[in-house]
């Protein structure tokens, strides 16, 4: 049985517990939904205050060419690009992540309907996050083609040659928001290429939390959040990428004067900018974009340590002892792990599911202080879901210890019954 | 003769001179740049500070919730209502400006095909900022439709019902960008829907700068810009607002999770919210979102002072006695003033062509601490033009004496032709 002195030890043999100090969070509060919403960093107020204060307030209209405020979304792209494997130049911070998914899955499209016009169906993962699947929607329905919902497992009948001849993309996320069950970016790119089908692959719960090899997977797009495991600030703008075959071919559809080949030319006439720049489209909001790098620094601080590497060590040696001490401590409440054990298919979060009342659980753990969240089920096929994220740069194993120790006593004491933890907020 | 006794006398008597003391301006500057990126009010720097600190860092997740950022889209919209005659719950606050647009002039196209299939062109300005062009360019592009350029007095002909049996939108800026020429809206939209035609406005140049009376003018769609009079800081996300007549006839196509009648339903399947909220797409940059509130705040203090009446008057005397300062005493030095004189057609900024040497005198007033700006013309039809925008809420009549004082001074001396100030920069 691990017991709370184990856990204690695994904290001081970490090679990654300073990089904790890098965060401020609230005291008596174990935060376990950095998945939906990232931590602050210590330098983000500071550097803030400096963007307004100083950049805006002093430099004014100048601080576009003075601080670097135009090539911010490049500038910042090229810092995510380590970490999912991209190159610098092939991403641009910019938007949000619904609207870079219409860019990419727009490009998608029309490069696979261009090689082959009878190419009109996409296919995604019926437990896909929505966003991503109304955005495909409501494409397919302007441009005349189906978006077809899949079961995990069917993927691969789906991508065989003979099955996919009429299909143009495979969009998906990389890691399931809701079950944390990650994808083999590597051989469903590779089944997809060899059925002649381009892949858009959502990095939301992936970037910052798992090892990303784009290129050497060689997926064709990518787009992905600041907010969550990047540690950007609430709703900090989305990124996006485009294989460099891919990146020239189209003209994304919000083609805005950011992504103009001269944008200050203010000639009448869209010429798109080469590369990723083309999917720019209108002004960025600079103080949540200078806000998103002070929460790449610290992933800046983890290089020296063995960078994305040591932080999925540390994150799978978390999701396993999680899943452990539930075992062990939490054995008998109807809880399941639904997120994979095999730990190739595991992102960075732990998803237990629970056939009810688990909505009023996380409010009651969320009153003794440990902060994850619920996903709802649809009262059929997907259960109701508890989320916990475990984010290697500011989660530590004790903090797994007490939060499932907080869990047992909520479920052993029955108080999640109270009425007050079923009333249900808007943004639960 | 004006001299600077008078227009410090025009100061001592401005009813709303001590709404300039809202701003943080730096000090030795006049700055006349507000029609580009509006200056920055003194609450900002505080709110900025606890939303990262204590909403982000302490609040975590619950204030998406607590802190109300999830509706700050549409409690945001519902202040700057009043600002452009429109009602509470008719706009949101989100994404960028080309953005929206693309989403409005998408719905009024799929609006006017579904009365009139043969209604497929776009009229609009040649001159219009160029992303609205291109926006319509793409969508024209992707939707079969075409994107005619006229100039600004050929509309009221190509607006004649006759004329006009194939036209499905107006897309016009209400306020040149570069001239500072005002379009009459209620004219035009009148003629419009003579010929059964919808109209797109954006206000860019005119929210927060000029009286807009989006119902009584009876528009159909209106876009604008939260960083420039509204005084939102660098890149401040934009505002959409849609007739209500108009708000639930179309599903635009960035149909995205906030725009979901049931967001934290995540269903699979898209079924847009009710009116404007179906506007909405992503997640919002909470941190950019936020510091609007308190540009948005600056005007309440207008309020009581006569609202935007009081500052369109100030405006329209600024405007005047800088054309009257410009002819008294910068004649003869090739400024011709191009912003109309008449005051219906003029928004709140003065423009100044020059046949040559533009850039560099801009440069040169820069360096003597008068910031304006610069936009390049096209060498044939479009003259360079050397704007200074004139902001009520912060600028003063002296400080325009002062600004043509200046100019007057780069010109005699001949020191804009010194080579430092013809070198361009990326943000001219």
Redesign the interface.
Known sequence: MITLEHCQQLDLQDPLRALREQF?L?SG?I?L?GN??G??PKS??AR??QV??Q????G??????EAG???LPQRLGDRIAPLIGAAAGEIVVT?????NL?KVLSAALQIAKSADPARLRVLSE?D?F??D???A???CR?QGGTLE?LEAGQLAAALAPEAAQDVAVLLLTHVNYRSGAMHDMAALTAAAHRAGVLTVWDLAHSAGAVPVNLKADQADFAVGCG?KYLNG??????FVWVSPQHADRF?Q??????G?AAP???????QPASGIARYL?????????S?LACGLDTFSAAESLGGMAALRAKSLALSDLFITLVEQRCAGHGLTVVTPREHGRRGSQLSLAREQGGYAIMQAL?ARGV?G?F??G?GKQRADILRFGLTPLYTGFEEVWQALEQLRQVLVSGEWQRSEFSLR????
């Open positions: 401020n609230p509060v935060y939904d939906s919403l931590a602050l983000t107020a803030v205050a307004v204060t950049e805006w307030g002093q004014l209209i100048g601080s576009w060419n405020w135009f090539d938007d949000s992540t619904s609207i219409f019926r896909n929505p966003t699947l109304y955005i929607e409501g494409l302007a919902l907010y600030g609430p709703g900090a703008p989305a003209w559809p919000l083609a805005g004067w950011w103009h200050f030319a203010f000639t009448p006439d869209y489209c209108g002004t960025q909001p600079i103080i949540s974009l806000a969320i902060i969240d996903r709802s649809d907020k808007v943004v639960s």
